[in-house]
């Protein structure tokens, strides 16, 4: 995974507000941001169009197609005015540990709370559709973890402990990290993290952890990762496989850094949803490792997330169902 990062300033509430005050700013944004992104018309592949201000939008110079600047982005068949999208954009890149939707609706002033809710879900999955563009390689520790989720259904069967527990959902998480040789170690981990992923698995199975590591990382990449027998397989789908069998009170010290995300997902989570549905839970670690794997962008993070939220491919994509 290879992220470039430019040189950023400081952009705090006050400045942001200062340079979109209204509705008219925020859709001068969005626009400036498609144009630079290119437009491309659906009926005949133009690639020139000119801005109607009228039906705020781009209209074909060829054929007269009219593309509306929600077109084929995140904001596509939605209703809330563009303010909200730009705002919610800002509130969610630019708060280190996240934002609750019921925190955001109060502060946008929107009597339903559920309107907010499935914006801010949308907006979480282009963030994971984004980090789907990048694949590890390198060294990458290896790990499963269970999150505690919310389901609806009632189960007939007692609630089971352990691995097979309804109440929580199987990830699998991946961390990139560089040996650190002759250098100092810092919080005495032998190792510098890099980039993280976090996938919601069915089950723990050597076929499925092997499915999911093929299709986020390299085949030329080195897995770590403990005795768990579902890791056993892994060698079919990387180039090396370093086993580390070790006690559960050591397994943090076999894989200091997976552990480490791990913890910190997981005290994010707890910190901001008080309840965590396990069909949503995929959005959510989105948005962390989103964050996390950005977490040197500054103010810059906002703008790639502005990029990310008018792409045209992206409607086509979308993989996740609010109804």
Wanted: glycine share 6%.
């Amino acid at each position: 995974m290879i992220i470039f990062v430019q040189k950023f300033f400081n952009m705090n509430l006050i400045d942001f507000a200062r340079q979109h005050p209204d509705e008219e700013s925020c859709i001068q944004h969005f626009r400036l941001a498609k144009e630079k992104n290119g437009i491309v018309c659906a009926r005949c592949g133009n690639t020139t169009h000119y801005w109607n201000k009228a039906h705020k939008s781009h209209d074909c110079k060829e054929c007269g197609y009219r593309t509306t600047l929600r077109s084929g982005t995140v904001m596509e068949s939605s209703k809330l005015p563009f303010q909200y999208w730009l705002y919610t954009i800002y509130l969610m890149s630019m708060t280190k540990k996240g934002i609750s939707a019921k925190e955001v609706q109060r502060q946008l002033g929107h009597k339903r709370y559920e309107p907010i809710w499935a914006m801010m879900h949308k907006i979480r999955a282009i963030m994971g559709l984004r980090d789907d563009q990048y694949e590890l390689d390198g060294v990458v520790e290896l790990d499963d973890a269970f999150f505690k989720t919310h389901r609806d259904e009632i189960f007939d069967e007692p609630t089971k402990r352990g691995r097979g527990s309804q109440k929580r959902s199987k990830v699998l998480v991946m961390a990139k990290v560089d040996p650190k040789r002759g250098r100092p170690r810092k919080h005495k981990k032998p190792s510098a993290f890099r980039y993280v992923r976090m996938v919601v698995v069915p089950n723990s199975s050597a076929t499925t952890m092997n499915s999911t590591v093929s299709a986020y990382a390299t085949s030329e990449v080195t897995i770590k990762s403990d005795g768990w027998r579902g890791f056993n397989r892994t060698k079919e789908v990387s180039a090396k496989h370093i086993k580390r069998i070790v006690p559960p009170k050591e397994a943090s010290k076999a894989l200091p850094w997976v552990h480490t995300m791990i913890s910190n997902a997981k005290r994010t989570l707890l910190g901001i949803n008080h309840q965590t549905k396990d069909e949503y839970l995929q959005n959510y670690l989105d948005e962390f490792c989103y964050k996390t794997n950005r977490r040197f962008f500054g103010a810059n993070l906002f703008d790639r997330l502005i990029v990310a939220a008018v792409e045209d491919t992206w409607y086509g994509k979308y993989r996740y169902n609010y109804g």
